[in-house]
Each structure stands twice: as structure tokens, then as C-alpha cells.
């Protein structure tokens, strides 16, 4: 997996220049924010070891398969590792694709859900897991977190956004990869009210599940809203 370095705290992990994870440094370890497409497990725990500080927790965005796909392989690996994401999206990890009372419809390709093992503890939006502040960002799934690290201000934001030949919102497809969008993303209307809410955030950095990450995004941030669908 490629490595690069993103101030004091953050280190992208890129799988087949589209896939991210990200590990954050903390005071007792590191944090580990998505696990990437499966058969990835091996290449974060090398980076692990190369930094030589022990994984405490691992964080889910959202319940697609490229973002928990290496979760259970990790959690073979590290079984004292603490594991959490929104109680709503943890419901796909263990095959439940039912519509909660009065929950808007929305698009479920099944085929991005497969079951899980490990069963992740509850978290939700203001919750603190070390220096990382869980931000409601519901549209791309029902339950989607975004993490906010509040020290420096970036936003681990999922597939609220993506960065791959410029910032878009996952309501609009992008031809290099057309899938958040055109199947992926749940309800695009409540995406792009999610998109709006992390740009009022005004983070110092963006970090998205695919592509790039940005310094200073506020006008690229600007830029793809102004040309996103919404709804």
C-alpha cells in the first residue's frame, strides 16, 4: 500500500491508487479509520509495524465493502483491537438490508454490504474516540460518521465527497469511478445536505475515501457543491 504523511497526525494508506484508509496518531497508538477492499490487511499492518506503535481501535466510515472489506482479516490479527461505527450502519455488517421505521427510501445495492464477522460497538454524532469527533453524514449510506480530528481540524469524511480528478459530491458520477454515485450513494438528497453540513465545518483538511487528500479545501469544497445534484 502506498503511504503519505498529511501533517503531525494523519497517514493516507492507498490500495490500487483509488482505495483509502487512514491511520491517525494518537497519544496511546493509533487509529485506524476504514480498512479498505478485502485482502488489505496485510499491507496496514506492515505500515503498523513500520511506525511502531500499537493499533488500539479501528473506526468505520460506513458499511461498504471497500471501507470494512479487511476488518475481520485485522481483526484476526489485533482480537483485543476496539472496533466501532454508527449503530445504523453496523446493522449491514450483520445482513440486516431492512428499512428502519420511518427512514426515507433509499437505494441498497446489496452486492456493497456483504455480512461481516466482527459485530462493531456503537457509536454516534459527538461521540469522542481520542482526539476524533464522530460527525453524523448520512446519503452516501443511512448511517455514515465522518471523524473530525480536533487538534488540527481534518476531516475524515468517508464518501461524503470524493477526490479523484477533482473534489465532487457522491451525488454526482465521475467517470474515473462512476460507482458512488450511479449505485453507491443511498439517498442523494440527504448526501448533498451532508456535504453542505462538512463544509460549514471549515476543516483544515479534507481526507476522502478515494482520491487525493486536500489542504486548505474550502473553494474546492465550494466548487462541488456548486455543481452537484441534489437530489
Known sequence: ????????????????????????????GLTLIDTSLPGSAKGILAQVEQLG??????????????HYGS???LRKQRPDVDVAMSARDARFLAGDRSRLEGEPE???????????????????A???????????APGHTPGQLAYLDTRDRTLICGDAYLALG???????????????????????????????K?????????????GRVLDDPGAEMDRALAKAPRG
Not at 456483504?114 to 460497538?121: F, W
Not at 459527538?126 to 453524523?136: K, M, Y
Not at 449505485?183 to 438528497?189: C, I
Open 198 to 210: 462538512l463544509r460549514s465545518l471549515d476543516p483544515s483538511r479534507l481526507a476522502t475515501g478515494h
Open 106 to 124: 433509499g437505494r441498497i445495492f446489496a452486492p456493497f454490504f456483504p455480512k461481516a464477522k466482527t459485530q462493531p460497538r456503537a457509536i454516534g
Open 126 to 136: 459527538g461521540d469522542r474516540i481520542g482526539s476524533l469527533e464522530a460527525i453524523a
Open 166 to 196: 477533482g473534489l465532487f459530491v457522491t451525488t454526482q458520477p465521475v467517470a474515473r469511478f462512476p460507482f458512488p454515485a450511479l449505485l453507491g450513494t443511498w439517498n442523494k438528497a440527504i448526501a448533498f445536505e451532508t456535504a453542505v
Open 53 to 66: 506503535e500499537p493499533l488500539r481501535r479501528i473506526l468505520i466510515t460506513h458499511a461498504h465493502t471497500d
Open 71 to 73: 476488518l475481520d482479516a
Open 1 to 28: 500500500m502506498k503511504a503519505i504523511a498529511h501533517g503531525d497526525h494523519l497517514l493516507q494508506l492507498t490500495r490500487m491508487g483509488i482505495s483509502n484508509c487512514y491511520l491517525v496518531r494518537e497519544d496511546d
